[in-house]
């Protein structure tokens, strides 16, 4: 995917190749330089217009907002993620019972668990725990390590991908033969060696995810990085005696937010998923702290007797993570609406 | 012996004389209208009772065999494919409840005694006359001696990872033998080609039952030798059933012996175990007519669904177990070297929510002994449920805030939501466990090495219905070794000493007294904690004939029929 510098409604593909390049400061989210809105002005209003040129005068974010906010879906999925991380935050205060509290009443005469009630309303499980309190609080386990392990593969990625796509040579091949090695292993298969060789914790488990999890964004950064660093603005640093450093930080990386942006909510959803398949097999969060994945392996065996058991962590598991998904494909049709209309 | 489903546990689950009749009768009501009660003992299905010949059995387990080789193998699904293929001198007759501890001829022409002369009037030496004309099964095809008998006892004994040479340590010799100082033992004679005469050096009221074991199963010599290592995947013996093939992790083929010595049997053509899976996919499959037993019994979560239903509810049996689940407490490894702490333990853990939690099948336990072992104390609570008394004696442990530990258990259900009750439990008392689950065949491995594990869930299954089956592998030093049973690796000379003198007691009455005796000293030093005492339930096809729960030998495919 490539990135093409938003600007505004107006079409001036014509004059784009005219506009001079000037060093465009997206990354720290300023406007775009005034030498192009100027050229859009005119474009759209074909002569040379001050009213025009206050019409556009749009800031590069405010104008993303705007098509982001256009698709539906997406705010869909804005919506849910709120709900979802105000639920993770105050889970402690507004989850009704405490999520690892086995209840007397929790439990039938049977040893079974009980249905949605009024004492708890969405049923109980296999151990008389509140199922609802128990979703609360699996949120903040999934979002925990969604963000965190994300965000480590995330620097990962970038890193390497912005070494290996600027200075190419030796330090390319090696890298990136290593993501395709990485890539080439399965990466259940990988976590779970990972995480039975350490102990079993949060912060184990978002460390293997990290590591399991950069090599797409290494590849995606890389690929990105080899154009750019062919382009005009990147030479005309180079000649007025930049750094690499400061190329990479000041000229390069700002070009990268939106893929990093787009890369990271739909890897968030990748993430989350990854959580809950590996608290699934046992190697996630230990118990008694709830996640949702190792609700559904608790309550697989009770899918018979008692569906809801399964059903309410897998809703939930599918509603974030369809979350993401959407204000990722959002934010990717917001950055690049090219791409969209084809 | 070990159960690789549910937990560690000895097999063989005899119930025993005077207890077991109260079971029985309590069984008996189950096993008649299908599961209404709770406990229960099994009886034979109102299909068909004419046995035919021909057809395949379909069992399911979770977990295959660990070894076939009787010489080794103690897990309950070893035992139990063993069964079909070897035999021994003696077996329980194949009855449910009671009637099933009563020891029969198998390979051996009658069960000696001092009535007739097969047990000598000082109780120490044993004769057996053996069975003329029993023959290995093919390729072996070779009449059985007792030079077999004694060539598979002494290769039992020499084996290097045999568990259970301990219960035949009273057979004169066998010191030397397993020492290397003697080539044979000398108490395991060779009288004639159909007469064993085994010498003990005291005696032991418990030695029928020691050679009934599957460790004393006779296996022919040429065959060992051509298979060496690998004679635990290619078994062959005297029994009803050959072994045709063995799939690693998917399942075990067995066919008729056509020259089976007992006339009429077997009445299967095949037995075909599949081994890979769960307990609830088994119950779809049986639902299905896919599978015909259920091997590991009716998962807990399908129980309440499985008695509601009309049809399904007339496939269910039921048998009370004699074994145990137990957590151990490695006294090797701190804090559980302070007795106060494992006695605070005992009375934090509820044992009615545990039996609860399982839909009932299950029984409370509150003492060290099952309900139907003799020694067994009817009424008799060693440690209640009381959380308050918990916290005063960690208190007076030094521990008034708790402490963090490791609690184990396998994976298989229902011990992971078991044991995080357990652990629930433990937290009520200030004690923060951390709770881990893994794989059953690498937590029988750990909880044998010694100062690896804190404490865990431990299940025993009764080899044979006598209380020296409990104290030698749970309570003994012999048994605190790495590989050993004694998870909790506690042991004492005092309980040493008194083992050793209640086995060479000749009076039945004054040698369980002495028994109960044991469990009272055990129970002052609490090395485990007893939770349940489990009840099997399990369920077969409408067409499987003559199905029947066996108190030894659980399910016995060599009586079943297919209609």
Redesign the interface.
């Known amino acids: 995917m490539s990135y093409v510098p938003p600007e505004g409604p107006g079409s001036h593909k014509t004059i784009s190749g005219l506009e001079p390049e000037t060093e465009i400061d997206l990354g720290l989210g300023s406007t775009v330089s005034g030498t192009s809105e100027i050229a859009s002005a005119v474009g759209a209003a074909g002569m040379w217009s001050p009213d025009a040129l206050l019409i556009e005068h749009r800031s590069l974010w405010g104008e993303i907002w705007r098509r982001f906010r256009r698709d539906k879906f997406a705010m869909v999925g804005v919506v849910a993620i709120i709900i979802l991380v105000l639920v993770a935050i105050l889970a402690p205060w507004i989850a009704p019972h405490d999520p690892t509290k086995q209840y007397d009443s929790g439990l039938t005469m049977q040893g079974m668990p009980v249905g949605p009630s009024h004492e708890f309303w969405l049923g109980t499980d296999t151990l008389g725990r509140d199922l609802l309190s128990r979703l609360m609080y699996g949120a903040r386990v999934s979002l925990v390590v969604g963000v965190l392990a994300n965000g480590f593969a995330l620097v990962l990625g970038v890193i390497f991908g912005l070494t290996a796509g600027y200075f190419r040579g030796w330090a390319e091949t090696l890298l990136m033969r290593m993501t395709d090695v990485m890539m080439a292993f399965p990466i259940i298969l990988l976590a779970v060696a990972l995480v039975s060789v350490l102990k079993p914790s949060i912060w184990i488990l978002i460390l293997v995810i990290g590591i399991v999890y950069w090599t797409p964004m290494t590849r995606v950064i890389h690929g990105e990085v080899l154009s750019i660093r062919e382009k005009e603005f990147v030479d005309a640093a180079r000649l007025t005696g930049c750094s690499s450093a400061r190329i990479l930080w000041r000229h390069i990386l700002p070009h990268l937010v939106a893929v990093i942006l787009v890369y990271t909510s739909l890897g968030l959803a990748t993430t989350i998923l990854f959580e809950a398949t590996l608290s699934y097999i046992g190697l996630g969060v230990q118990p008694p702290t709830p996640s949702w994945g190792q609700m559904i392996a608790e309550g697989q065996n009770y899918y018979l007797s008692a569906p809801h058991l399964v059903l309410y962590p897998g809703l939930a598991i599918m509603i974030t993570v369809l979350a993401f998904n959407l204000v990722g494909d959002g934010l990717r049709d917001a950055f690049d609406p090219q791409q969209r209309r084809r | 012996m070990t159960k690789s489903i549910s937990q560690r546990t000895a097999v063989a689950v005899v119930a025993v004389v005077a207890v077991v009749a109260a079971l029985l009768a309590l069984s008996l009501g189950l096993a008649a209208c299908g599961g209404s009660s709770g406990g229960g003992g099994s009886s034979p299905t109102s299909s068909s009772n004419t046995p035919t010949q021909g057809g395949t059995l379909t069992l399911s387990y979770l977990t295959e065999p660990s070894s076939l080789d009787p010489a080794i193998a103690w897990n309950v699904i070893d035992w139990q494919i063993e069964h079909d293929i070897y035999q021994g001198l003696l077996q329980y007759a194949h009855e449910s409840g009671e009637a099933g501890t009563k020891l029969i001829p198998c390979l051996a022409t009658e069960v000696p005694s001092t009535a007739n002369g097969g047990i000598s009037a000082d109780g120490k030496v044993y004769t057996f006359h053996l069975r003329r004309g029993v023959k290995f099964q093919p390729p072996v095809n070779r009449e059985v001696t007792a030079e077999d008998f004694k060539y598979s006892f002494e290769r039992m004994m020499s084996s290097p990872r045999a568990p259970a040479t301990s219960f035949y340590m009273g057979v004169v010799g066998a010191d030397e033998f397993m020492k290397g100082k003697a080539t044979e033992i000398s108490g395991y004679k060779v009288v004639d080609p159909t007469t064993i005469q085994i010498t003990l050096k005291s005696p032991d009221l418990s030695f029928l039952n020691a050679v009934t074991m599957d460790f004393c199963d006779v296996v022919p010599k040429e065959w060992v030798d051509k298979w060496t290592k690998q004679f635990n995947r290619h078994p062959l013996g005297t029994g009803p059933f050959v072994f045709q093939k063995w799939t690693a992790g998917r399942e075990i083929v067995l066919t008729r012996n056509p020259q089976y010595w007992e006339a009429g049997k077997p009445y299967l053509d095949t037995i075909d175990y599949q081994l890979s899976f ?3 996919t088994a119950l779809l499959k049986l639902e299905r007519g896919e599978v015909d037993v259920l091997g590991d019994g009716v ?7 499985v008695q509601a239903d009309p049809n399904l509810k007339k496939q269910i049996y039921s048998q009370p177990l004699v074994a145990i689940s137990y957590m151990f407490m490695n006294v090797d490894m701190k804090p559980f070297d302070n007795v106060k702490v494992r006695q605070a333990l005992s009375w934090a853990i509820n044992r009615d ?1 545990l039996v ?5 099948q299950a029984m409370s336990l509150w003492q060290f002994y099952p309900k139907g072992m003799p020694g067994y104390q009817e009424g008799k609570v060693m440690y209640g449920y009381d959380p308050a008394k918990a916290k005063q004696l960690l208190a007076e442990a030094g521990y008034p805030n708790g402490f963090k530990t490791m609690l184990y258990t396998d ?1 298989v ?1 229902p011990n ?2 078991l044991w ?2 357990v ?2 439990d433990l937290a009520a008392v200030g004690v923060q466990a ?4 893994m794989s059953n065949n690498s937590y029988y491995t750990q909880q044998g090495t010694p100062g690896l594990l804190t404490a865990g869930s431990f299940g025993w299954w009764m080899d044979f219905p006598d209380p020296s089956d409990w104290i030698g592998p749970l309570f003994s030093k012999a048994s605190a070794v790495e590989g050993g049973m004694n998870s909790s690796f506690w042991w004492s000379p005092q309980l040493e000493k008194m083992f050793v003198d209640a086995q060479k007691m000749t009076d039945p009455a004054a040698r369980i007294k002495k028994y109960s005796d044991m469990q009272d000293y055990i129970a002052t030093q609490a090395p485990y904690v007893p939770c349940y005492q489990p009840i099997q339930t399990t369920m077969c096809t409408p067409t499987t004939g003559g199905f029947y729960l066996h108190p030894v030998y659980e399910i016995d495919p060599t009586q079943y029929w297919k209609n």
Request: aromatic content about 0%.
């Open positions: 769960s307990p609830s998962p807990t979560a399908d129980l309440v669904r929510k609860k939690l399982q839909g009932g994976n259900d992971p939501k995080t009750s652990q629930a951390q709770l881990k689950t």
